[in-house]
Every structure is written in C-alpha cells, then in structure tokens.
C-alpha cells in the first residue's frame, strides 16, 4: 500500500484476496477486522463481506473481537457487540476493557464516557495480568479512586464496582477495599481473605503482606496467617525468602517465619533473590549475598541488573 491509497488485505504469499476499500484497516482477529469507511468503524469476515455496517465513531483498544466481544462507541456511551453487532446485554458502567479468561473489568467514573476514559480503563486493566498499580513505598497498594468490578459474559457482576477500590488480576487473585480494610478474591468473586487489614501486598510465593495497623505478617491463599504480625517492615517472597525488620534488626527469613540470616550491619538489601543470590550494597557498591547470608560478590559494583535469571553486573569504580 503506497501512502494515500486505501487498505485491503493479502495473504501470506503477496496474494490480495480481499480488494483495497478502506480508509482504515485492522488485523483478524476470531475471524473479524475492523475497517474504516468515511470515518465510521464496522467489522468484515474473512471473506470480505461486512458482517457489521460501519457505523461506529470509535473502537476500545485493541480493535477487534475478543472472546466474542468487541467494544464500540455508540452514541456518546460505550458498549459491547457480538460478531452479528448486537448489544448482549445493557452497559451500567462508564468505562470497560476486553474479555480475558471470562471477565471484563469495569468501573463507573463521574462525567460523560469518552474514549480516554475507555482507554484509560483499558490500559490499565487489560490485564487481568498486566495492569500495574502504583504503590506505597512499604510496598503496600494505593487506592486510586478507580471503583473497579467485574463482569463475566452475561453482563453480570462477579465483583462488585461498589467496592472502595478493587485491583487487577495477578496470578488469578484481585485485592479489595471494603470499607477501608484490604482482602482478597478470586476470579468467581469469593472471598479467599476477608477484608480486615490496613495495607496489603500481592501474593508472592503464594504468601502476601498485611497490615493489621500495628505490625506485618503474611496470609496464605487459604485466608490463614502463616507468619504472625510481627514485623515493622515486609517484603514480598521469591524463592522463599524476603527480608523484614524487627525493630533494628533486619532480617531474612523463610515462608516458615524461621530466621535464615540476620543482615550485617552496614548492608542493603535492595531486591529479591533470583537464581539464588541477591544484590546488596555497602557504601554506594553493589555486590551479591547468598541463600545463607554469605557475601559470594563482595560489593565492587556501581549497579547490578537482572535479565529474566541473570545477573549483570557494572565496570567496578
């Protein structure tokens, strides 16, 4: 296509099997594309046959169908179609995101929807995996207004948007805000911890930090306390370690609550363990530090990176 010209598509081999008629043209997706005809979007098939008449001023992000469903721009509000272009069901919510594995975030905001809304929305929360939310420095996960729920592909909602705040999925478990107290649900919306502590984590290592409002301890993805409260400071396990503080005591230990090391004074422990060491710095260098708290790298480095299991280390100074 030269610049000007309209889309069409090809097959893998140059062939053009569906004629250049487009303003706009978007990949297949579940045997649907999304094209652009003076400025209005509508849905082809693989044959070339508009399956759903542009008609729309705008699509959600990505535009296409996924998991059947496409959002659209309709009007002045957004809403789902089907592959015929039907509405499935009434939208009650300002902002939306596609369908993974069964469920679409969703969230009310005040005003009028617009697609910054829906991008934003969709940005953020595509992800049942991805979307990441800012945190306090104690690692904690800050409210960010967002009254977030989800609905499964009856329209239905599997966790209330009139939650003070709910996350985005990880590892198949969203964090709530009820009443100004942290819990956690799983995707069909029940409860694995009830909404009882000031601040909480992630799950890592199948074990999250909370808050009780006095100290940090670690809850299961059973609801039950595996470490008591009794820390004024937690991390987040890998590989079966995180660091905490006792007072001025910092220390490593295990998904037991057992003491592995104590760290030396003078040390920082920046990260997590990863392939089984873990940065540390003393005086500005950064060396690493193994499972039973023996320096392997005495500190040497101006900085460490780490690329999926590996290590990278600086020129030293």
């Not at 805000?177 to 799950?203: C, E, L, N």
């Not at 090391?261 to 260098?285: M, N, R, T």
């Amino acid at each position: 296509r030269k610049k000007g010209e309209p889309y069409g598509y090809s097959d893998e081999t140059g062939n053009m099997v569906i004629p250049p008629s487009y303003d706009r043209a978007e990949p297949f997706h579940e045997d649907r594309a999304a094209v652009n005809i003076d400025k209005k979007w509508g849905f082809i098939d693989r044959s070339g046959t508009m399956v759903i008449a542009p008609q729309f001023r705008k699509l959600g992000h990505p535009k296409r169908f996924h998991e059947g469903y496409a959002l659209v721009m309709k009007g002045k509000k957004i809403t789902y179609i089907d592959k015929a272009g039907k509405t499935p069901f009434k939208m009650q919510w300002s902002n939306a995101s596609s369908f993974y594995d069964g469920l679409a975030e969703v969230s009310h905001s005040r005003g009028t929807s617009t697609l910054a809304n829906l991008g934003l929305a969709l940005k953020s929360a595509l992800s049942l995996a991805a979307g990441a939310p800012l945190y306090e420095d104690d690692g904690s996960i800050i409210d960010d207004g967002a009254r977030r729920g989800y609905i499964n592909t009856s329209g239905t909602e599997v966790i209330p948007s009139t939650n003070d705040y709910t996350t985005v999925f990880k590892d198949g478990i969203a964090l709530v805000k009820v009443h100004g107290q942290w819990g956690a649900v799983d995707r069909s919306g029940t409860y694995i911890v009830h909404p009882q502590y000031s601040k909480m984590h992630y799950f890592c290592d199948d074990l999250a930090a909370v808050y009780d409002g006095r100290k940090w301890g670690y809850v299961g993805r059973d609801g039950i306390m595996h470490i008591p409260p009794a820390y004024d400071e937690a991390g987040d396990f890998h590989e079966g370690l995180t660091r905490v503080r006792a007072a001025d005591d910092v220390l490593i230990i295990d998904k037991t609550g057992q003491i592995a090391f104590h760290l030396p004074a003078g040390l920082e422990f920046p990260w997590h363990f990863s392939a089984g060491i873990a940065p540390i710095i003393k005086d500005g260098k950064c060396g690493f530090i193994d499972r039973s708290g023996s320096i392997v790298v005495s500190p040497q480095y101006s900085e460490v990176l780490r690329y999926d299991v590996l290590w990278m280390m600086g020129s030293s100074m």
